[in-house]
């Protein structure tokens, strides 16, 4: 370690858990970062600040004027230009900590890419909105032996569980399969900025824990900061017919094709495609219609819709949630 970086982090060298050796644990590290929404944009932000020397950032969509209230590392700025969430807090990221090596990957997690995307991570953070992706980040977390940080909020309500392949739960154990039925989103239920923060903590301060080689009690942590209420219970015990953890078997690693998806209950659905050229398709977009464009996506206004495609071919159509008028859309402006 060198003396500025003794100096820079030395409160938290202070801190008996963390220590000079954690310090220099934590510089060597890399955590993955999955979804850079209101849990993921704390993480990034509480990661860059104590030093952890490598942060990937994975999302797909990018940053609109409602985000703000809750997703910590934006500004007004980033939603008017309409940036891409991984590649604003990589921004924001290299002003709060110019020595942390940040990769923003603008990207949404399938089976083809995990390996790519999550490979090579110490510790993965869950920061997504949906059952398929941390089904997914489980497989694959399980099947390599690498710890991740379960967490979700909604309301003023959160929870957060971490995962050590072979010691404790995995999500499987605890969810046989995805919780069926309408849940609660932040879109439809609404949610404070603070218990994002105060469950993102709580993951962080697991990760970091792991990282420093500190014991990690299997426990399941569920908060309300506005009716009250922090509670700490042992996680279950891994479950011994678990098809993840005890049997082998991981399907969600299995490429399927991808149907368009209706993202978390904001009126827009997600179309996968192949990777495009933006220059291109703004210039053919512009004989259309409004054409919006930047170096990672195109936004194009075709009322009473509007698509945002991004260099990996996939687009977001804002103003349905009809998977239908989504791929007809797409078919038609883009191929
Ligand atoms: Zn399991």
């Known amino acids: 370690m060198t003396a500025a970086e003794r100096e820079r982090y030395s409160r938290q060298i202070l801190f008996p858990g963390i220590g000079e050796r954690g310090q220099e644990l934590l510089l060597q590290s ?17 990661l860059a600040r104590a030093g952890v020397g490598t942060i990937t950032i994975i999302d ?27 590649a604003a807090a990589a921004r924001r990221l290299s002003r709060i900590n110019s020595s942390v ?6 990207a ?8 790519e995307l999550l490979g090579g ?16 980040i489980n497989d694959f977390a399980v099947s390599r032996g690498l710890p991740w940080i379960y967490g979700a909020a909604v309301g003023s309500y959160g929870i957060a569980m971490p995962v050590i392949p072979g010691r404790t739960a995995c999500l499987r154990c605890v969810y046989p399969t995805p919780p069926g039925g309408v849940q609660p989103t932040c879109e439809t239920a609404g949610v404070l900025n603070v218990i994002v923060s105060a469950v993102a903590s709580v993951q962080v301060a697991d990760a970091l824990k792991i990282l420093c080689g500190g014991e990690l009690r299997a426990r399941i942590t569920t ?36 149907p368009p998806v209706t993202l978390c209950g904001r009126d827009a659905v997600q179309v996968a495609g192949r990777a495009i ?51 007809s859309l797409y078919a038609r402006y883009v191929g």
Request: overall charge negative; hydrophobic content about 40%.
């Open 101 to 106: 090596r940040v990769r923003p990957l603008v």
């Open 277 to 327: 050229e933006l220059a291109d398709l703004a210039a053919r977009l512009r004989r259309l219609g409004e054409v919006r464009a930047n170096e990672y996506a195109v936004r194009f206004l075709c009322a009473p819709y509007e698509m945002t495609i991004f260099a990996d071919g996939r687009a977001i159509v804002k103003g349905t949630s009809d998977t239908g008028v989504a791929r």
């Open 60 to 86: 797909r969509d990018y940053i609109e004027e409602s985000n703000l209230h809750r997703q910590w590392l934006f500004e007004e700025a980033d939603a008017a230009e309409g940036l891409p969430k991984a």
């Open 121 to 136: 991570a110490g510790v993965i953070l869950d920061g997504t909105d949906n059952f398929e992706a941390r089904f997914l």
């Open 108 to 115: 949404d997690l399938t089976p083809s890419n995990v390996e």
């Open 223 to 258: 908060l309300d900061v506005w009716n009250g209420g922090i509670r700490q219970v042992d996680a279950p015990p891994r479950d011994p017919e678990c098809p993840c953890c005890a049997r082998g078997e991981f399907p969600y690693l299995e490429e399927s094709s991808r």
């Open 30 to 46: 890399h955590i993955v970062v999955v979804g850079c929404g209101a849990l993921g944009s704390f993480h990034a932000a509480a």
